[in-house]
């Protein structure tokens, strides 16, 4: 993103008044090498074909803040890459991660993961240290920072579906666990702070497992790792959550996790959202990824966004998809978004 | 009676432990094996979907739930093997498909259907169709279903699709599919069934009337 996109976004999350309402996607690698027709392991490997994708990108949707701007990622990989998973790459898509914590009890076994050395952690720092000039001297900022929840990370490290047994089987060793990947989240994200440099301003965390669970463990479990990663990073900074599951046992809960703004699923509308949070956060949502995003055409997409946007108004909005950019949405669709924006800021 | 109510609470509560016991204790009182499917390890799950459906049970309620019923299936299961009456309700071939490791869905679908009667054939994640094609003739199964956690991946149903009609199997069985990213339209694009929210009780019934196409209830 250029840097008025970033000030735009900023005086959003931070004020929730604009005198425009903000379009931003978070476009990422399970959507970019397909819409741009190139191979997953081109686009991770090749700082060229990276940065000369992203530059297209930018270049192709300029009226579009990309979120969260130039990021050096592995699909989801980077986090357990670094916690002892093994990491399944393919040509056509982002890599999958194989779980590699078989009991819980083993993690007394983990050394300190240390970021500059450690898994793909230092792939994507060494990226940004070495692509960061050109990056900023072809007119672009990065400005966050960004890493998967902790109970992402802990899916990831344990498989899914032991870990939700885990939750009832062992909390003790959950906490244990989660505690392990909070500070590990932390150093992460500092490591990225410092790799890129004073234009940081921001911390994204992706996580969307909280979505599987009651209040109940969401409050135990989920809240105070979040909670303590947000806390970790200064009040100025712009804070951005991202869960796209099942958020509704807990949504009133989450204005206080600490974070600006909430990119949330598309199946809870904005007034539900605003009204449950009291107005404490903002909002970046909440076209329908698949639905409309990928399968409706140009103008059904233009009439959602005109529709939502005259629906609930300018105050906190950052207008976006309920989740990320879906691969297979087409680039038509995304300028078709656009001008559904600049139309309803011309009113 | 009253054991098969304890059962069920077990079940509900997750106690697999408990479970296994009260199993052996039911057939050491001489409870004939086919009866406690229907009395005891049903309704506890249909429970278990009830809550799940009016958001009091979530994720890893259902899981442990389901592996509650698991202690009791896996000893009654070699029992029913002679028993004409208590013969599986369907052959379910199940797995996540090409591409995608995420088993969560997967594993909660196999866990719900094996604790309703069907026999689980569970080819585990990132499975091709052409895995799949021989699993449903080997098996003989009369359902597939498939999971994709992945927009990236979900596409994948289709070549599963493709492969089973190209076997000549595509009328042989019924295709479920589910996932964070399916949805029913989805589904009805590619003319297969979806599954919102599973009751393993009427899938049960209705395989156990014969009835060919089980439908699957939001």
């Known amino acids: ?347 | 009676m009253a054991l098969f109510e304890e059962m069920q609470q077990a079940i509900i509560d997750g106690k697999a432990p408990v479970v296994k016991e009260l199993t052996q204790k039911a057939l050491s009182e001489g409870v004939k094996p086919a009866d406690i499917f229907p009395k005891a390890i049903v309704p506890a799950m249909d429970e278990v979907g009830r809550r799940m459906r009016d958001c009091e049970f979530f994720i890893p309620e259902v899981l442990i739930a389901a592996r509650a019923a698991r202690a009791a299936t896996d000893i009654l299961r070699p029992l029913l093997v002679s028993d004409e009456a208590a013969r599986p309700a369907g052959a379910v071939v199940c797995c996540t498909v090409k591409g995608d490791l995420h088993d969560i869905g997967k594993n909660i679908v196999a866990m719900m259907l094996e604790s309703a009667g069907f026999s689980i054939i569970d080819l585990g994640a990132d499975v091709s169709p052409e895995k799949i094609v021989q699993a449903v003739r080997e098996h003989n199964a009369n359902l597939v279903a498939l999971s994709a956690l992945l927009t990236t991946t979900m596409v994948n149903m289709k070549s599963v699709i493709e492969a089973l009609t190209a076997a000549g199997l595509r009328e042989q069985v019924k295709v479920m599919v589910g996932g964070a990213p399916v949805t029913e339209s989805w589904a009805r694009l590619n003319p297969l069934g979806f599954a919102v929210k599973m009751f393993p009780a009427v899938t049960h019934s209705l395989f156990a009337r014969k009835c060919p196409t089980p439908s699957f209830a939001d």
């Not at chain 1, 497992?209 to 009651?214: A, E, K, N, V």
């Open chain 1, 1 to 347: 993103m250029r840097i008025e996109q970033w000030q735009l976004f900023k005086k959003v999350a931070k004020s929730g008044q604009a005198d425009r309402v903000p379009l931003s996607l978070i476009i990422d690698s399970p959507w970019m090498p397909g819409c741009l027709g190139i191979n997953h392991l081109d686009y991770y490997f090749d700082p060229e074909v990276w940065f000369d994708s992203n530059l297209r990108i930018l270049k192709e949707f300029p009226d579009v803040i990309v979120f969260p701007s130039w990021w050096a990622e592995y699909g989801m990989a980077i986090e357990p890459s670094a916690l002892g998973c093994r990491i399944h790459f393919a040509q056509d898509q982002p890599p999958s991660q194989i779980p590699g914590l078989v009991r819980l009890e083993d993690l007394d076994e983990f050394q300190p993961v240390d970021p500059e050395a450690d898994g793909l952690m230092c792939a994507a720092l060494h990226r940004y240290r070495t692509q960061k000039k050109r990056i900023f001297e072809a007119g672009y900022t990065i400005p966050v920072v960004t890493a998967r929840g902790p109970l992402c990370t802990a899916s990831f490290m344990r498989g899914v579906t032991p870990f939700m047994m885990d939750l009832i089987d062992n909390p003790d060793g959950v906490h244990k666990l989660l505690a392990y990947i909070t500070d590990v989240t932390i150093r992460w994200l500092r490591a990225q702070a410092e790799a890129i440099g004073g234009s940081v301003e921001g911390v994204f965390i992706l996580d969307d497992i909280p979505g599987f669970l009651s209040r109940q463990h969401y409050l135990e479990f989920a809240h105070p790792y979040l909670k303590q990663i947000f806390d970790s990073f200064p009040k100025a900074w712009v804070k951005v959550y991202h869960n796209d599951a099942s958020i509704g046992p807990f949504l009133e809960d989450l204005a206080d996790v600490g974070f600006d703004v909430l990119n949330w699923t598309f199946k809870l509308e904005v007034e539900e959202v605003r009204k449950r949070t009291n107005g404490k956060i903002r909002l970046m949502g909440n076209i329908a990824p698949m639905d409309i995003g990928v399968r409706g055409s140009p103008q059904e997409v233009k009439t959602a966004t005109l529709n939502l946007l005259r629906r609930v108004g300018r105050e906190g909005i950052i207008l976006s998809v309920g989740g990320g950019v879906s691969p297979g949405m087409p680039g038509a669709n995304i300028a078709a978004m656009a001008e559904a924006v600049r139309e309803f800021n011309s009113q």
